[in-house]
């Protein structure tokens, strides 16, 4: 497993499609979090918010960077499309785990915020919601569901969209709304280990049904 995340580590870095989603999670990040004051648990929403979109588009770019050709050869070298599939969400998890840390320590060193460890885990708990989700909505709307790339990033981008936007739907856009609530953050991470176990589940499921799919068209 770990020649496969290599490879495909390898193959994206050089295609260099990943630039894209990284100097958009960058770029936001730091227009809206520089000089910032104030309660650190409301600016995560920013960091949130923006990993989600981040990590949607780095997971689409991880799982169509090979076109199906060659994405056969490679499954028939590992062993099977299943291991293809989790080398690269294991992959997108890994980017996801240092984008995460950004988000999470950039908002203290840019800005100047009240904070304590209460907020850190509210913080940790609302990004890693995020960044299951964002992996989630990612492996639905790659190419072995959607056959064709633009179609596959027009999706994702609605989906991504829609998904912090919808009142009420979980897991995100309830995670979000507790962080700008100005409750206490220790009173937020209950609900939010919740939303992130919630999270968890559902990338879990869209992987499954995303394998299911793909064995169909093999």
């Known amino acids: 497993m770990g020649a496969l995340i290599r490879y495909n580590l390898a193959a994206v870095v050089q295609g260099q499609r ?24 409301n600016i995560y929403v920013v960091s949130a918010s923006t990993l989600l979109v981040s990590m949607c588009w780095l997971t689409v770019t991880i799982l169509n960077h090979e076109d199906p050709v060659r ?9 099977g499309s299943g291991r293809v599939l989790i080398a690269e969400v294991a992959l997108a998890l890994l980017a996801g785990v240092g984008l995460t840390v950004v988000g999470l320590v950039f908002p203290i060193l840019s800005g100047s915020h009240q904070w304590d460890g209460s907020s850190l885990a509210a913080g940790v708990l609302a990004l890693a919601t995020c960044l299951f989700t964002g992996i989630a909505i990612g492996v639905l709307c790659s190419r072995l569901v959607v056959p064709r790339t633009g179609y596959s ?14 009142p009420g739907l979980p897991p995100v856009n ?33 992987i499954a049904v995303t394998r299911a799919i793909s064995v169909r068209r093999e």
């Open 18 to 41: 990943y630039v894209a989603p990284l100097l958009f999670f960058g770029i936001v990040l730091f227009v809206f979090t520089v000089n910032d004051r104030g309660l650190l648990a």
């Open 71 to 79: 994405r056969s050869i490679q499954s028939v070298t590992a062993g």
């Open 153 to 166: 990033l027009l999706l994702a981008l609605v989906v991504v969209i829609a998904v912090p936007l919808t």
């Open 174 to 206: 309830p995670a979000l709304r507790l962080l700008s609530s100005n409750q206490p953050a220790g009173e937020l991470l209950y609900p939010l280990s919740g939303y992130l176990g919630l999270s968890i589940v559902v990338a879990a499921g869209c």
